[in-house]
């Protein structure tokens, strides 16, 4: 256990400093810089403490990434002792390092055996800008140079960069300056929200067949690739039908079109399998992989490469004019290293399969199955999301329920827990070392944050 922290300056000289210099993510910096950010200071297991001293049960793994937990004594060593040999060079210059060898040995190990390259980056948005370059060039070296379209879902999240904005399909972000020429959406597979009286299964292979009829209105000859999320992370948790990925899969065969999943949330055993895809049972082209990869640790991402993809590039492709100063970073990659031989090693993918992710879902259901305020629960292994609803019978949503949901989040800070408001949904992604009994502080004080909000609106 660490020693307690001490803070080195009053928290409101924290706070005043960070308002003449920063412009945080996603949130209005005027409101923020008037209320104070809340300053966290230390991290052990799955608990975080701010500069108050009040202590916070993390139910979003930092943003879906601290898969070990904080404090990893393996990771930090790992990190110093590739510090002390060799702190950085690059992968230009005809040039390469141990460590980066290394991890991805590691990593295809664990993959399906259908993959074989990887290019590194330093973050999932850059995972999927260089998917863009590289679906495209990889299209120009078989003879179809025209195959240039991108198709993502509205709602769907793939980054904060230009071109991993237009990716994704969060038209607020779009409003901001993120696009880009040749890139379209379809329909998400939100079932709750827009099924109307379709059942699941019908619904799914409805949002399905819009990629079909999006492919056709666009030429199969003129798209490179489908890209999504095997759920949706920042959207809302959002868990497709089973009927969705097999039809997503058989029209991208179809019409030759290739399947890029965004693994940046789902990968490293999240839902309790190694990778999401293999949670839902399909089978990319491409998987834009980062967060737990290094348990965030340090920054690092990479897309990963089917052999189809990667025989032609480097076969026929000749010079692949990519590349970042730090892909594969050697601390990156020793970090990753240790990170992965933990996760594999101490058996941690296994029990979140089989024992900690089960429990969690059961906790969920039993906690908030007939809760007046929840008309959904969604989730696999570590993550799950609580769909807010007006009337359960009848799927209505509050027409306030971004409010609601913030207003819930704010209820969690309280009462010691960190979870996300997505919409009208409550998210949350615990660590994957997260114990039994941390999940009962989880799943209680969730529920204390959800029956608060209830008695808002008059559900309770």
């Given at each position: 256990m660490n020693l307690p922290f001490e803070p080195k300056r009053q928290t409101q000289d924290y706070q005043k400093s960070d308002a003449a210099h920063h412009i945080h993510a996603f949130l209005d910096q005027k409101a923020l810089n008037a209320e104070g950010p809340?300053?966290?200071?230390?991290?052990?297991?799955?608990?975080?403490?701010?500069?108050?001293?009040?202590?916070?049960?993390?139910?979003?793994?930092?943003?879906?990434?601290?898969?070990?937990?904080?404090?990893r004594k393996d990771l930090t060593a790992a990190a110093a002792a590739q510090m002390d040999?060799?702190?950085?060079?690059?992968?230009?210059?005809h040039t390469t390092h141990p460590a980066v060898i290394e991890l991805s040995?590691?990593?295809?190990?664990?993959?399906?055996?259908?993959?074989?390259?990887?290019?590194?980056?330093?973050?999932?948005?850059e995972a999927n800008e260089v998917l863009i370059r590289t679906?495209?060039?990889?299209?120009?070296?078989?003879?179809?140079?025209?195959?240039?379209?991108?198709?993502?879902?509205?709602?769907?999240?793939?980054?904060?960069?230009?071109?991993?904005?237009?990716?994704?399909?969060?038209?607020?972000?779009?409003?901001?300056?993120?696009?880009?020429?040749?890139?379209?959406?379809?329909?998400?597979?939100?079932w709750y929200a827009e099924g109307g009286d379709l059942t699941p299964a019908e619904f799914g292979r409805r949002c399905a067949l819009q990629l079909e009829e999006k492919i056709l209105e666009l030429g199969a000859e003129n798209v490179a690739g489908f890209i999504a999320e095997p759920f949706q992370g920042a959207g809302g948790m959002i868990f497709p039908p089973e009927s969705y990925w097999p039809e997503i899969q058989r029209i991208c065969r179809q019409y030759d079109v290739l399947l890029c999943a965004d693994e940046v949330i789902g990968g490293f055993g999240r839902t309790g399998e190694w990778f999401a895809h293999e949670h839902f049972g399909f089978e990319p082209d491409t998987l834009s992989i980062a967060k737990g990869l290094t348990s965030g640790y340090?920054?690092?991402?990479?897309?990963?490469?089917?052999?189809?993809?990667?025989?032609?590039?480097?076969e026929r492709g000749g010079v692949f004019a990519h590349g970042l100063t730090y892909s594969g970073h050697p601390v990156a990659a020793a970090v990753a290293v240790a990170n992965l031989k933990a996760l594999r090693d101490e058996g941690i993918?296994?029990?979140?399969?089989?024992?900690t992710g089960p429990y969690l879902q059961q906790l969920l259901r039993e906690a908030f199955g007939n809760h007046?305020?929840?008309?959904?629960?969604?989730?696999?292994?570590?993550?799950?999301?609580?769909?807010f609803a007006e009337d359960k019978q009848t799927r209505k949503r509050f027409d306030n329920e971004n409010d609601l949901a913030w207003q819930c989040r704010t209820f969690g800070f309280e009462e010691g827990v960190i979870i996300r408001s997505t919409l009208g949904r409550m998210i949350m992604a615990p660590a994957l070392v997260t114990t039994r009994a941390e999940l009962d502080e989880l799943v209680d004080k969730t529920l204390i944050a959800v029956d608060r909000t209830a008695r808002m609106v008059g559900k309770l």
């Open positions: 809340r300053v966290i200071v230390r991290g052990e297991g799955v608990y975080l403490w701010d500069s108050e001293g009040k202590r916070y049960l993390d139910g979003m793994s930092g943003l879906w990434c601290t898969q070990l937990g904080y404090g040999q060799l702190a950085y060079y690059n992968m230009f210059f040995e590691l990593l295809f190990s664990l993959l399906p055996g259908h993959y074989s390259h990887v290019i590194y980056t330093n973050s999932g948005s679906a495209r060039r990889y299209w120009q070296v078989v003879g179809q140079p025209q195959k240039k379209i991108m198709i993502g879902r509205w709602n769907g999240y793939h980054g904060s960069t230009l071109a991993a904005t237009a990716l994704g399909g969060m038209k607020f972000m779009h409003e901001m300056g993120g696009l880009i020429p040749d890139v379209a959406h379809i329909d998400e597979p939100y340090v920054p690092m991402g990479g897309l990963v490469l089917s052999k189809r993809m990667a025989d032609a590039l480097v993918v296994r029990s979140v399969k089989e024992d007046p305020m929840i008309g959904e629960i969604q989730g696999s292994g570590m993550l799950a999301a609580l769909q």
